[in-house]
């Protein structure tokens, strides 16, 4: 499955800290020649390691909105119900980020909210509609302490 080796995974690190950065400055931090650094880049691209560039936004600059992890277990039998709830999640704009658990709950949601009273709208108009939703227990972030999308070199 992993077939990365030492350069493939600087260049992960390098893209992950600045996805602007061009093949020539990759070549230059990793004492390489452009040719090899391209290829490499397409081959991750074409490979599905790199999935997508995107800018990462700071949410506290451009609005005062409130983080909400919900925790909560489905009503299902079968698993074409499970796939009803991933479906109408997949829908909603406002989740973030959602998770299939293992133990006593079943999902996660991150989701955002302008505050609390469109918070709780949102919980009595979707949330409340997802089909399959059991118990869901909501919690606030008071403050974000760490985040980051970058995936670490786990092979060392």
Do not use: W
Request: net charge negative; with cysteine; aromatic share 8%.
């Amino acid at each position: 499955m992993n077939n990365l080796d030492t350069i493939d995974h600087k260049i992960l690190a390098l893209l992950q800290q600045d996805a602007k950065l061009n093949i020539n400055a990759i070549a230059q931090k990793l004492n390489l020649t452009k040719t090899p650094i391209y290829e490499r880049i397409r081959r991750l691209e074409n490979d599905g390691v790199i999935s997508k560039y995107v800018a990462l936004v700071d949410r506290q600059k451009i609005t005062t909105s409130i983080i909400v992890f919900l925790t909560g277990s489905l009503k299902v039998s079968k698993f074409e119900q499970t796939q009803e709830f991933y479906d109408a999640v997949m829908e909603v704009p406002e989740v973030l980020e959602c998770y299939l658990l293992g133990g006593d709950r079943d999902f996660l949601l991150k989701v955002i909210a302008r505050d609390l009273d469109s918070y709780h709208q949102f919980y009595s108009d979707k949330i409340a509609s997802i089909p399959h939703v059991g118990e869901i227990r909501s919690s606030f972030v008071l403050k974000e302490v760490k985040f980051s999308t970058a995936i670490p070199n786990m092979d060392l």
